[in-house]
């Protein structure tokens, strides 16, 4: 799913966010598997992680929607701290093969 390792989640998570998304990808990747998320539903895929999200919620004493909306936020974030990272290594290469 999505990944905060590499990514200076640091400066973006705190450590309770940044474990509860790792325990979510980590659940994730054990019942998803090697599935295409581009090609599958992500209604399939959310309720592939419905468990885990409420044992969470349920830890928490939160509603399993208060958990999933949280989760799609992390996700969002995390996933366009990786774009404008990946985008930042793009322009650095062009610029030093440019200089070249």
Do not use: C, W
């Amino acid at each position: 799913m999505f990944k905060t390792k590499n990514f200076g989640h640091e400066a973006i998570l705190n450590e309770e966010d940044k474990n509860m998304l790792d325990r979510i990808n980590a659940y994730a990747e054990e019942v998803l598997g090697d599935i295409d998320p581009q090609k599958t539903r992500i209604s399939f895929q959310l309720d592939k992680l419905k468990p885990v999200m409420q044992e969470i919620a349920d830890e928490k004493g939160l509603s399993l929607e208060d958990i999933f909306i949280r989760y799609m936020d992390l996700a969002s974030t995390v996933s366009a701290k990786q774009d404008a990272l990946l985008k930042e290594d793009l322009n650095d290469s062009v610029m030093n093969f440019t200089e070249i």
